[in-house]
């Protein structure tokens, strides 16, 4: 059975992570100009095409780590770092900076599927993070649990995107670089709680 406090760290961790306040700006910048039923399909592409590929990596980047020989510990060390680089951008304000770059040079018609679906909501971070909360708890049952809590956060990222208009106006850019900083903060302890853990697991932490 799992436990609700895995449940609450999977959530938080993947929702830091993906950071869904910061995804709005960038999905508001790409969609400009664009009518409400354009918008709508587009958030709902960009959120499939991220989940499926969550789920696969869920599903099976343990078995890919394990063929090209990277133990989990290793791995949740490596993973570790990578949330603790996420959070200093986060907090820092470089990785939105590095977003909007992004998106002001994409011209692409149809952004769902690449910048948004990839790599801006299934990027690096959360493909690590799928693979490290999928090695937590293996088999079905964790397995279900671990994609059930993506979906959820996805859940959210498409809902802020239905309502991102409203968000801006009511936040303003201000308090979307607050929001961000605040989930900087939390990302960081995460990032240092899966450093300690894979240490632990190599007999390197009490």
Same mark, same amino acid.
């Given at each position: @059975?799992?436990?609700? /406090? ?21 999905? @508001? ?13 587009? /958030? ?10 969550? /789920? @696969? ?15 989990? !510990? ?40 690449? !910048?948004?679906?990839? !790599? ?64 900087? @903060?939390?990302? /960081? ?18």
């Amino acid at each position: @059975m799992i436990d609700t /406090a895995f449940l609450i760290t999977a959530f938080t961790t993947l929702f830091v992570v993906i950071d869904p306040p910061g995804q709005t700006p960038i999905f @508001m910048a790409l969609t400009q100009g664009m009518d409400s039923r354009t918008k709508r399909a587009i /958030a709902l592409r960009a959120c499939l095409t991220a989940a499926g590929i969550l /789920a @696969m990596f869920a599903a099976f980047g343990e078995a890919v780590l394990g063929f090209v020989g990277i133990s989990m !510990p290793a791995f949740r060390v490596a993973g570790g770092v990578l949330l603790f680089l996420t959070a200093l951008d986060m907090l820092f304000e470089r990785r939105t900076k590095r977003r909007e770059d992004r998106a002001e040079a994409e011209e692409h018609a149809d952004p769902s599927v690449f !910048p948004l679906g990839i !790599p801006l909501i299934a990027g690096p971070g959360s493909i690590a993070t799928m693979i490290l909360l999928a090695g937590q708890h293996p088999g079905a049952e964790g397995l279900a649990t671990v994609i059930g809590v993506m979906l959820a956060v996805l859940a959210v990222v498409l809902f802020l995107y239905l309502i991102s208009g409203l968000l801006g106006r009511l936040l303003g850019k201000t308090g979307l670089n607050v929001v961000t900083r605040l989930l900087g @903060m939390l990302l /960081a302890a995460l990032a240092v709680q899966f450093i300690l853990d894979g240490l632990r697991a190599f007999g390197f932490a009490g």
